[in-house]
């Protein structure tokens, strides 16, 4: 069984930084692109952003400059780096994974960490 695990959301000032993490655990084969998505309060899921098992990465205009995405294949693991947040910021954070297993090749959630960015 395969599971997504988050951690490092919080509740940070304006200006601040955070860093999420979500490590990938179970029979895996491959890891093909991770991504963080969020979902603001009244809002749709959106993309933030997407790194590729190669490394390439895109993300959201509204988090270019600010956000990092990044992975550490060894450890199935992808970061964000989130810096100087802002109050729109503020959502719950999704790790998603397209990757093969025993049963085939499909996309994985994780249960989503808040992000709160408030004075």
């Known amino acids: 069984q395969v599971q997504l695990v988050e951690s490092g959301g919080g509740l940070v000032q304006p200006g601040e930084s955070l860093r999420l993490s979500c490590a990938a655990s179970?029979?895996?084969?491959?890891?093909?692109?991770m991504g963080w998505y969020r979902r603001a309060p009244g809002k749709q899921r959106e993309l933030v952003a997407v790194?590729?098992?190669?490394?390439?990465?895109n993300s959201a205009d509204s988090v270019k400059g600010r956000f990092t995405i990044s992975r550490d294949n060894a450890k199935n693991t992808v970061y964000l780096q989130m810096n100087s947040l802002k109050p729109e910021d503020t959502a719950v954070y999704y790790c998603n994974a397209d990757l093969s297993t025993i049963g085939g090749r499909r996309g994985y959630w994780g249960q989503g960490t808040q992000v709160t960015v408030s004075s």
């Open positions: 179970g029979t895996i084969f491959s890891i093909y692109a």
């Open positions: 790194v590729s098992n190669g490394g390439y990465t």
